[in-house]
């Protein structure tokens, strides 16, 4: 048997975090890596040492497997745990792990090779006699073959990246007009984020369910599964809500799922933490494999809830050469359990991602949050947003649920743009609250689920937030000279302006914005809440106030101002249409040039950003004046990138 007496964390953000935290229990000193980007970091703070590995691109630090062999080397780690994302399926960084005797904390390196690449995986799925969707992985990636094999296998068809994951160069084709620039697409980003531009195509089973069986296996020959988990709820093919057990299977599918699972694992001699993916046919009753993900996965919290175990625990006790605790019978699923992925980034604008700085963070209580980040960290804008999981368990799915709901919205987030509303509105619509939702379903449903109302007291609330005159009780910026009114502008980012005049007359305070009249009672106001009371009713908002910046969290919903009343008007270009970078980040393409004529809806830049590609398109007809952003730009939120000529000229 091997020992693991310090362990190098070859990741960041949430799951570093995690795994410092097991290693910790069990008396194995951590070493964290970090890039420019991540100078005083979370996971930083909570290692023991911490190793400088390169500059923000992945590319020069975290994927660059020669400083993270070499950071292990300079501290003497027995081990390397490589988290999900990044290196933690890359033959290569196994395969020279064991050359420098270090450790690798997951599968050996010919396992990943089996089943990292997924045309290869899938072939040796169907030898297996594991069921596979019908569909095309040979070695011929001409656009005259893929073609011929969309129309042998039939609209729609799925486009994958073949040494992908995570969505990123997949594509759902409807119409064979589209295939093309499908695979152009695909072929790209898959390049972009793999190295590997090689696809695959496969027949799209619309509305059915994505399942995955977690299986665990040792070096003595045990392989079992821990029951299953349901990531239906997806957007562009990326999880965004996951639960235990799923809704829709009976016991014997779950039983046959498990050990079909547990098959897949063994042809490849797998070993340590695996998941096997599979797409379930609610129609047929009938499932399909469809890759596994050689490594922990971001979700595997709600296994370790209904199942009790510590998942990097077993990793830890495989890697070293230990056979595994359990076995199939001592599995036992208790209850329910359910993710939400909290991201920085903003539904009502497409889901662009946004960075910054957060300014206030608070786990909500009664809920497990697995985070990388506190109060006052940087969610930097070169790697995925996810600020934190939560998650939650119930003695049944409903209370899971509700438990998850109410987590969520207890949670404080402020200073960066958050999908938080959406996620409540996901776990409240009828659908998901019935166990009906498919894959499909948010694709179906965007609009609706896309933005949650804004609450009518936001912005008193505001305004009761930004007021600071002298006082004359125990309310520190209050006071009863009489009824004061004055005029009050607030910012509120692509909404645009909120005109509205306030009326103080001591605690009492009334906004009038347009015709809809707010009016509050202030019981008591310091820093970070105030507790005021309407039509009889008390109520408590959380506060955060930065600069001339206010953010306001009011039954779960998240509203941020900023006072503008005082600012001098904006420049508007005399009716220019200007286009604007929605997040920080590389601009890949710029398609236009001065004097061209464009249309409504064309793309005529393209910005990477936390390894997704955004196309930005011109809001209307007309003539670019001006093209301001140049490829390898690396632009701030907001930054003018390509102008219109006015409307009038």
């Given at each position: 048997?091997?020992?693991?007496r310090r ?5 960041r953000?949430e ?5 410092i935290?097991?290693a910790?229990?069990h ?8 890039s ?8 930083i703070?909570q290692?023991?040492q911490a190793?400088f590995i390169g ?22 780690a ?7 994302g ?5 033959a ?7 050359s420098e005797?270090?450790i690798?904390?997951?599968?050996p ?23 596979c969707?019908?569909?095309f992985?040979?070695a011929d ?12 296998i039939?609209y729609?068809?799925i486009?994958?990246?073949s040494a992908g994951?995570?969505g990123?160069?997949m594509r759902?084709?409807e119409d064979?007009?589209?295939?093309s620039s499908?695979?152009?697409s ?7 984020a ?9 027949r799209?089973?619309i ?7 977690q ?27 996951e639960?235990?057990p799923?809704?829709?299977l009976s016991?014997d ?14 042809v ?8 096997v993916?599979f797409l379930y ?5 009938e ?5 596994m993900?050689?490594?922990l996965?971001?979700e595997h919290p709600?296994?370790?809830m209904v199942t ?6 077993i990793?830890?006790d ?12 001592d599995?036992?699923?208790s209850?329910?359990?359910?993710e ?7 539904p009502?604008?497409g ?9 206030r963070?608070e ?15 940087v969610v ?9 999981k939560v998650?939650?368990?119930g ?6 649920r509700r438990?998850l709901v ?14 938080r509303?959406f996620l409540?509105?996901l ?7 019935s ?8 694709e ?16 008193a609330?505001?305004a009761?937030a ?18 004061a ?5 607030l ?5 645009g302006?909120?005109r509205?005049?306030v ?8 906004v ?19 507790q005021?009371?309407s ?9 955060c ?30 009716g220019?249409s ?5 997040m920080?980040?590389?601009v890949?393409?710029v398609s236009?040039?001065a004097?061209?004529?464009v ?11 936390m390894?997704m ?6 809001p ?9 952003a ?8 907001r930054?003018k990138?390509?102008?219109?000529e006015?409307?009038?000229?």
């Amino acid at each position: 048997m091997k020992t693991i007496r310090r362990l190098l964390v070859a990741n960041r953000g949430e799951i570093a975090c995690r795994i410092i935290r097991t290693a910790k229990v069990h008396g194995i000193e951590t070493i964290a890596v970090y890039s420019a980007a991540d100078e005083g970091a979370l996971h930083i703070r909570q290692a023991d040492q911490a190793e400088f590995i390169g500059p923000a691109e992945p590319a020069k630090s975290y994927l660059n497997i020669d400083v993270i062999i070499a950071a292990a080397k300079r501290s003497n780690a027995d081990a390397i745990h490589p988290g999900y994302g990044f290196l933690s399926e890359r033959a290569d960084f196994a395969a020279a792990c064991k050359s420098e005797n270090i450790i690798f904390v997951g599968p050996p390196a010919d396992a990943i090779s089996a089943m990292g690449d997924k045309a290869s995986a899938k072939e040796r799925m169907i030898a297996a006699g594991v069921p596979c969707i019908p569909g095309f992985q040979g070695a011929d990636q001409s656009i005259e073959r893929l073609t011929n094999e969309a129309e042998n296998i039939g609209y729609p068809v799925i486009v994958k990246a073949s040494a992908g994951g995570g969505g990123r160069g997949m594509r759902i084709v409807e119409d064979p007009n589209n295939l093309s620039s499908a695979l152009k697409s695909a072929k790209a980003e898959a390049e972009s984020a793999f190295g590997d531009g090689n696809l695959l195509l496969e027949r799209a089973v619309i509305g059915a369910r994505h399942i995955e069986i977690q299986i665990f296996a040792d070096e003595h020959g045990n392989c079992i599964y821990l029951g299953e988990r349901d990531c239906s709820l997806q957007r562009r093919n990326q999880k965004v809500i996951e639960e235990a057990p799923s809704p829709v299977l009976s016991d014997d599918q779950r039983i046959a799922m498990g050990e079909a699972a547990v098959k897949a694992a063994k042809v490849v001699g797998y070993v340590g933490a695996g998941t096997v993916e599979f797409l379930y046919d609610v129609t047929r009753q009938e499932f399909y494999f469809l890759e596994m993900n050689t490594r922990l996965q971001v979700e595997h919290p709600v296994t370790e809830m209904v199942t009790g175990l510590d998942l990097v625990e077993i990793q830890l006790d495989v890697a070293a050469g230990n056979p595994l605790p359990i076995t199939q019978a001592d599995i036992e699923i208790s209850g329910w359990s359910m993710e939400a992925r909290l991201y920085a980034e903003d539904p009502a604008n497409g889901f662009v991602p946004h960075s910054g700085t957060v300014s206030r963070f608070e786990p909500a209580p009664g809920v497990r949050c697995d985070t990388g980040i506190e109060t006052g960290d940087v969610v930097p804008s070169h790697y995925d947003p996810m600020v934190a999981k939560v998650i939650a368990h119930g003695r049944t799915r409903d209370e899971a649920r509700r438990k998850l709901v109410q987590g969520l919205n207890s949670t404080v987030l402020f200073g960066v743009v958050n999908n938080r509303g959406f996620l409540v509105s996901l776990l409240e619509s009828k659908e998901f609250a019935s166990g009906d939702a498919a894959t499909d379903f948010i694709e179906k449903n965007i609009e609706s689920l896309g933005t949650r109302q804004s609450h009518p007291l936001a912005v008193a609330l505001a305004a009761a937030a930004m007021i600071d005159v002298p006082f004359e009780s125990e309310l520190t910026g209050w006071n009863s000279r009489g009824i004061a009114e004055f005029p009050l502008m607030l910012d509120v980012g692509n909404d645009g302006l909120i005109r509205a005049t306030v009326s103080l007359n001591g605690r009492d305070l009334t906004v009038r914005v347009n015709d809809e009249v707010s009016e509050i009672r202030v019981e008591r106001k310091t820093e970070q809440e105030i507790q005021f009371s309407s039509n009889g009713t008390k109520q408590r908002a959380i506060i955060c106030r930065r600069d001339d910046a206010i953010d306001v969290q009011i039954d779960g919903i998240s509203h941020e101002y900023k006072d503008v009343t005082l600012a001098p008007a904006s420049d508007t270009a005399g009716g220019d249409s200007i286009i604007k970078a929605p997040m920080a980040g590389l601009v890949t393409s710029v398609s236009v040039s001065a004097g061209d004529k464009v249309s409504k809806g064309q793309t005529v830049a393209t910005i990477e950003a936390m390894k997704m590609e955004h196309q930005l398109k011109v809001p209307r007809d007309g003539v670019v004046s001006d093209v301001i952003a140049k490829i390898g730009d690396q632009v701030a939120i907001r930054s003018k990138l390509v102008i219109l000529e006015a409307e009038n000229q």
